[in-house]
């Protein structure tokens, strides 16, 4: 049974597929990245917005409606947002709790895989949070 990617959406927001989202993740990750990448990314900023871009797609995936876009359409534009997120958090110096200030995050490599973006770009999973679940 092939699944469209609208489709691999909604069974993330009905039941949490993990299966739907590694579908979703291993397609639009390398796609986000190399759009980013288009758009004067570097590679680390490139890895992180996708990454953290397909984070809100789990999150966020009871609020798509294929109505009013494609799946392709509502994950590029979450990956453009949280690019813009980036830009004008790292245009504001963040404090060290040292006292000082710091650049903004620094990527933590890029395997691609769902189970890095889960265990790795997800703060509520590293902070211990149930919201997030673990793909494996």
Same mark, same amino acid.
């Given at each position: 049974?092939?699944?469209? #990617?609208? !489709?691999?959406?909604?069974?993330? *927001?009905?039941?949490? %597929?993990? &299966?739907?989202?590694?579908?979703? +993740?291993?397609? +639009?990750?390398?796609?986000?990245?190399?759009?980013?990448?288009?758009?004067? *990314?570097?590679?680390?900023?490139?890895?992180?917005?996708?990454?953290? *871009?397909?984070?809100?797609?789990?999150?966020?995936?009871?609020?798509? %409606?294929?109505?009013?876009?494609?799946?392709?359409?509502?994950?590029?534009?979450? =990956?453009?947002?949280?690019?813009? !997120?980036?830009?004008? /958090?790292?245009?504001?110096?963040?404090? %060290?709790?040292?006292?000082?200030?710091? =650049? @903004?995050?620094?990527?933590? @490599?890029?395997? @691609?895989?769902?189970?890095?973006?889960? /265990? #790795? =770009?997800?703060?509520?999973?590293?902070?211990?949070? =149930?919201? &997030?679940?673990?793909?494996?």
């Amino acid at each position: 049974l092939d699944m469209t #990617h609208d !489709d691999l959406i909604e069974a993330i *927001a009905g039941s949490q %597929d993990k &299966t739907a989202f590694r579908q979703l +993740f291993e397609h +639009f990750a390398p796609r986000l990245k190399s759009y980013l990448l288009r758009l004067g *990314a570097d590679a680390a900023m490139a890895e992180d917005v996708a990454q953290e *871009a397909m984070v809100m797609v789990w999150r966020k995936a009871a609020s798509f %409606d294929r109505r009013q876009a494609g799946a392709s359409t509502w994950i590029f534009t979450i =990956a453009r947002n949280k690019r813009i !997120d980036r830009l004008r /958090r790292e245009k504001r110096p963040e404090l %060290d709790p040292g006292g000082g200030t710091r =650049a @903004g995050p620094v990527s933590a @490599g890029w395997p @691609g895989t769902a189970a890095h973006c889960f /265990r #790795h =770009a997800c703060p509520a999973r590293r902070a211990g949070g =149930a919201d &997030t679940p673990r793909l494996f």
